[in-house]
Nanobody, 124 residues
Framework: QVQLVESGGGLVQAGDSLRLSCTDS????????MAWFRQAPGKEREFVAR????????RYAESVKGRFTISRGNGKNTVILQMNSLKPEDTAVYYC?????????????????WGQGTQVTVSS
């Protein structure tokens, strides 16, 4: 079954970059659309970026467009979030999520599979 594990979070200064990775370490070899969400203390979980398994659809939240890049890794069992020009308001726990093929949207309810999250903290 699907088992998503994130890595790459940490503490950085404003303007720095981080690269988050999410890998499906489960035993199932199914194909999925994948996405990144984030949640800051006291705030609702929000959409960050998503990519279809085929790569034909890529979407970003307006708040990160032009700064973040989502991509598929080797074998498409890994999804990457390259974050550049980080701002303090990017501070949050970042979650990887997977949805059934072509069923991904900007809404968290679309995704049946989630990782445990990785903390990203950006200081000014």
């Amino acid at each position: 079954q699907v088992q998503l594990v994130e890595s790459g979070g940490g503490l950085v200064q404003a303007g720095d970059s981080l690269r988050l990775s999410c890998t499906d370490s489960g035993r199932t070899s199914g194909n999925f659309d994948m996405a990144w969400f984030r949640q800051a203390p006291g705030k609702e979980r929000e959409f960050v970026a998503r990519i279809r398994w085929s790569g034909d659809i890529i979407r970003y939240a307006e708040s990160v467009k032009g700064r973040f890049t989502i991509s598929r890794g080797n074998g498409k069992n890994t999804v990457i979030l390259q974050m550049n020009s980080l701002k303090p308001e990017d501070t949050a726990v970042y979650y990887c999520a997977a949805a059934l093929l072509r069923q991904s949207t900007d809404y968290a309810s679309t995704y049946p599979y989630w990782g445990q999250g990785t903390q990203v903290t950006v200081s000014s």
